[in-house]
């Protein structure tokens, strides 16, 4: 690996590039507010959220579908997958040597981006560490029995990524090319509640398409499905016709919802202690991120039905509202 051109600007813009098709093309929220920043803010985020994605698509859209003896069989493999594309992160972040097998798990171009991006950062391995972890999870189908269980899985699913955004907008880019951590404390410390808020959000936002989808995608723990007369498998396929129907759903949406409220207090209290550090530009895309999972929680808070209907016009209206701000500032001021 050592020999690729990680020097070369051209070689690493194209990477980029490829980097922020991928981002693109998942439409996130993420996406959305990334987009604005500066080239060197950009670079950080395209090439890591390009690293998180790949792995996290293999395993919710490709090892997660298969039937149950094709998951059992090739359960194995999937392991070593998840740790051939750990050792490739470790070494872009690193600059040690990667094996031949890792490039079957992270493109070149990938890699060529992570490393010109992240070389030269004090940031660790540890975020990447963790989604591994709740990768792994997920492949052994490892059941959510309590909240805490919900919350350990959440470190890897949602703080690790969250983590690198919160670190790569108060980045400091210092004289010599590297950047150091701006944040006011540790990123994960940073990012821990405002993640895990946003997730449940998430999760109550497509919880009908996840369930439809495969009931696997359901990452809810007993705790709350329980009291609620459902089980993960009992919201898939007719039975979550029926449920819905019966209101446990509706019951199911409240209770995650009220699970939520100290998360987003907390989480709001994070944000107001780390938009001082950010520079005008970095605030926005901080401020309109939270505030299109507070406008969603107001909204299912309001009428759970605003998220369980089939019709998704509402959600994505409110969704596009909310993101307005970025989707209307100036255009970045450069190109990668």
Known sequence: MKDLPWQDSARLKAALRVCTGIAEASGSNLWFVGRTLSSRRRALF???????????????????????EERRRKRPDAHAHIQAWLDAIDGNLSGGEISVHAFSVLSDDIQVALSGSFSRSDLTLQPWEALAQAMRRDIDEKPFVTWDDFHSYCEGATVAPAAIFLYLLAARFETDGSCTNGLPDAPQECARDIAIFCYLVHIMRDLTKDAETNALLVTLPND??????????????????????????????????????????????????IMPVLGVREGLAFKTLMGVYCALHDRIMADPEFVLARDRSKVEAVRAEALSPVVNSEAVDDDL
């Open 46 to 68: 395209v090439s890591s959220y390009a690293s998180m994605r790949v792995i996290d698509d293999f395993v919710d859209d490709e090892f997660l579908m298969q039937s149950d």
């Open 224 to 273: 709350v499905l329980e009291p609620c007369g459902l089980t993960r498998d009992g919201l898939s396929g007719g039975a979550l016709d029926t449920a819905l129907r019966d209101g446990r759903v509706h019951q199911l949406i409240a209770a995650i919802s009220e699970h939520t409220d100290p998360f987003r207090k907390r989480a709001e209290d994070w944000r107001d202690h």
